[in-house]
């Protein structure tokens, strides 16, 4: 007996059997996707999109879709978690309110990359076109407009990144490693310290100070925790060595060392008295940080106690704040500092 169908079938045309068709092709199977990323992508709380238009789009990536059937897929997505939204009058529609990442953070992270000198212009470039994929395609044009990586001084090591994650390969195998450390010669060339032979140490930590990238690590040799400039590393290598220097590292504070330390150059340690004009508290907190002491003083000075590693570049830094700055004690940094600036004025007379 031949089977009966309902009448509907018979008189189904062809364009709607394409239809029926293209619902259970692969295609389809991608529609909820290409819709999320279309929101994502293409709309913000300034372009909101209307379900017409959301059809187009998909019909636009080589998916077919009935209106009617895209707010069920708008429903799924905010049950996802995409936080959907609807705007109701004639110039509304459907577009993506809260995101991961607000338009003024990502500039943030944006501004980061362009500002750090550790990352090559080539990979700045690169980190910030991925920042942008995190916002809607208008708010990436705003972001854009907003990048100078140009001409910015920049680190001509490519291999930074690589470094950062081998270091951090070691950092959670709790591993030693080795490595080679290179400065740059007068012709702007790689030369190795220590005659090109590998330094070993254990790294516990990544810093960021000075606008350069460190690695904070236990030099076994030395007996003590020393710092790296990661975009200085070369040829990193993980030892099957464990780790050592955890007692010492645990009594190292990264953030009371760097307010120690200028450039990240090491010196014997002082506890220095300055006296500055009222006017550089500001530049003083910025650096000790909110709690370094101040004492109010005669002429509208102050006086502050703070430990500092001595260096010509706690000289330079001091200096750069003007001639009405003084180290009042010890005398021996007060002897080093007028020495200092003898020698500096012996070479430019």
Same mark, same amino acid.
């Given at each position: 007996?031949?089977?009966?169908? =309902?009448?509907?079938?018979?008189?189904?045309?062809?364009?709607?059997?394409?239809?029926?068709?293209?619902?259970?092709?692969?295609?389809?199977?991608?529609? !909820?996707?290409?819709?999320?990323?279309?929101?994502?992508?293409?709309?913000?709380?300034?372009?909101?999109?209307?379900?017409?238009?959301?059809?187009?789009?998909?019909?636009?990536?080589?998916?077919?879709?009935?209106?009617?059937?895209?707010?069920?897929?708008?429903?799924?997505?905010?049950?996802?978690? !995409?936080?959907?939204?609807?705007?109701?009058?004639?110039?509304?529609?459907?577009?993506?309110?809260?995101?991961?990442?607000?338009?003024?953070?990502?500039?943030?992270?944006?501004?980061?990359?362009?500002?750090?000198?550790?990352?090559?212009?080539?990979?700045?470039?690169?980190?910030?076109?991925?920042?942008?994929?995190?916002?809607?395609?208008?708010?990436?044009?705003?972001?854009?407009?907003?990048?100078?990586?140009?001409?910015?001084?920049?680190?001509?090591?490519?291999?930074?990144?690589?470094?950062?994650?081998?270091?951090?390969?070691?950092?959670?195998?709790?591993?030693?490693?080795?490595?080679?450390?290179?400065?740059?010669?007068?012709?702007?060339?790689?030369?190795?310290?220590?005659?090109?032979?590998?330094?070993?140490?254990?790294?516990?930590?990544?810093?960021?100070?000075?606008?350069?990238?460190?690695? !904070?690590?236990?030099?076994?040799?030395?007996?003590?925790?020393?710092?790296?400039?990661?975009?200085?590393?070369?040829?990193?290598?993980?030892?099957?060595?464990?780790?050592?220097?955890?007692?010492?590292?645990?009594?190292?504070?990264?953030? !009371?060392?760097?307010?120690?330390?200028?450039?990240?150059?090491?010196?014997?340690?002082?506890?220095?008295?300055?006296?500055?004009?009222?006017?550089?508290?500001?530049?003083?907190?910025?650096?000790?940080?909110?709690?370094? =002491?101040?004492?109010?003083?005669?002429?509208?000075?102050?006086?502050?106690?703070?430990?500092?590693?001595?260096?010509?570049?706690?000289?330079?830094?001091?200096?750069?704040?003007?001639?009405?700055?003084?180290?009042?004690? =010890?005398?021996?940094?007060?002897?080093?500092?007028?020495?200092?600036?003898?020698?500096?004025?012996?070479?430019?007379?």
């Amino acid at each position: 007996m031949q089977k009966e169908y =309902p009448l509907s079938l018979h008189i189904l045309s062809d364009e709607k059997v394409r239809h029926r068709v293209m619902a259970k092709s692969g295609n389809q199977k991608m529609k !909820i996707l290409c819709l999320r990323e279309i929101l994502l992508r293409k709309t913000d709380e300034f372009h909101p999109m209307s379900a017409e238009q959301l059809v187009e789009q998909l019909a636009a990536c080589g998916v077919e879709a009935e209106r009617k059937a895209i707010y069920d897929d708008l429903d799924v997505l905010r049950q996802s978690g !995409i936080d959907v939204q609807c705007r109701k009058g004639r110039s509304g529609g459907y577009f993506v309110g809260q995101r991961e990442f607000e338009a003024a953070e990502l500039k943030l992270l944006v501004d980061a990359v362009q500002a750090s000198k550790f990352i090559t212009t080539k990979k700045s470039i690169q980190l910030i076109r991925k920042l942008e994929t995190l916002a809607s395609s208008h708010e990436a044009q705003l972001l854009q407009h907003q990048v100078y990586v140009a001409n910015r001084i920049k680190t001509m090591n490519e291999s930074i990144l690589y470094n950062v994650d081998e270091i951090n390969n070691a950092i959670n195998s709790t591993v030693q490693l080795s490595f080679r450390y290179f400065e740059y010669t007068v012709e702007k060339k790689k030369q190795f310290r220590h005659d090109g032979q590998r330094y070993t140490a254990s790294p516990y930590a990544l810093a960021w100070n000075d606008e350069n990238y460190y690695m !904070i690590a236990y030099d076994g040799d030395a007996q003590k925790v020393k710092y790296f400039r990661v975009d200085k590393m070369s040829n990193i290598q993980l030892s099957t060595a464990a780790r050592i220097g955890k007692a010492e590292f645990e009594r190292f504070d990264m953030g !009371i060392y760097s307010k120690k330390l200028f450039g990240m150059y090491g010196g014997q340690e002082y506890a220095v008295r300055l006296r500055m004009p009222e006017k550089l508290v500001g530049v003083v907190m910025d650096w000790f940080g909110k709690d370094v =002491p101040v004492v109010p003083v005669e002429n509208d000075c102050f006086e502050t106690t703070v430990s500092v590693q001595v260096s010509p570049q706690f000289f330079g830094w001091l200096f750069g704040l003007g001639s009405d700055c003084e180290i009042v004690s =010890p005398q021996v940094v007060r002897e080093q500092y007028a020495a200092a600036l003898s020698a500096a004025q012996q070479k430019n007379q």
